[in-house]
């Protein structure tokens, strides 16, 4: 199984401000994923990435941005935040099976 | 347009019976499906898959059911345990080089002591 990381777990932030939410994994899987997932919904796919200096929009879309400048880093950044970007932000990883770190709870006021 | 669907919100099981949940999908593309268990607050946990060549797949108290004609796949647990209340996510994907997962939008599964 993959060790994925995120951080912060929680996050409250006011309008306007700028914010990069942080993902790592260890195992050295080619492809990672952003997720965005409210309360009693499916999770929807925001940006993906193949490998280093790919990266990819999903299906739904988002006002954020990410990078790969690193296999194991794929950090997704806000430039500023709105009320409505509060959501759960859920990083994954893959070869084949993807597995998902703890995700971020983002309340922005 | 909701390609993978989960009809059923929320499911109540006693201790020791068994839960059976249900996903179906419309994409006859998607080859390949899964199920993640998730809890309030964190990331979803990777339960079981099955590819699209196989109609079960076991995985001691978790069994995956195929019917590909029917689109419709479904995950028994047995027996049920209090532990296992959780939000069960179906997921499928097709051919494509990221494997892109598409989710349904969970059961909420209560195991009753």
């Known amino acids: 199984e993959a060790d994925i990381y995120q951080t912060p777990r929680y996050l409250v932030i006011g309008t306007g401000k700028k914010i990069t939410l942080e993902c790592s994994q260890t195992?050295?899987?080619?492809?990672m994923y952003w997720y965005q997932q409210d309360p009693g919904m499916e999770l929807h796919l925001i940006h993906y990435?193949?490998?280093?200096?790919?990266?990819e929009k999903g299906d739904l879309s988002s006002e954020s941005t990410v990078s790969r400048i690193r296999t194991e880093h794929f950090p997704l950044t806000l430039e500023s935040a709105r009320p409505s970007h509060t959501s759960q932000y859920l990083c994954?990883?893959?070869?084949?099976?993807?597995?998902f770190g703890p995700g971020t709870r983002l309340t922005v006021l | 347009d909701q390609q993978v669907k989960q009809n059923s919100p929320s499911l109540s099981v006693q201790e020791g019976r068994i839960s059976i949940l249900n996903c179906d999908y419309t994409?006859?593309?998607?080859?390949?499906f899964l199920w993640y268990k998730k809890y309030p607050a964190e990331g979803p946990t990777f339960l079981i898959s099955?590819?699209?060549?196989?109609d079960k797949n076991e995985d001691g108290r978790f069994t995956v059911f195929l019917n590909k004609s029917a689109k419709h796949l479904s995950l028994h647990i047995v027996p049920s345990q209090p532990g296992d209340s959780a939000v069960y996510f179906c997921?499928?994907?097709?051919?494509?080089?990221?494997?892109?997962?598409?989710f349904g939008s969970g059961t909420q599964l209560t195991v009753l002591p």
């Open positions: 994954a990883s893959s070869q084949d099976t993807q597995y």
């Open positions: 195992m050295g899987h080619d492809k």
């Open positions: 990435s193949y490998g280093v200096n790919s990266t």
């Open positions: 994409n006859s593309m998607f080859d390949y």
């Open positions: 099955i590819s699209s060549i196989k």
């Open positions: 997921a499928a994907s097709g051919l494509g080089s990221a494997r892109q997962l598409t």
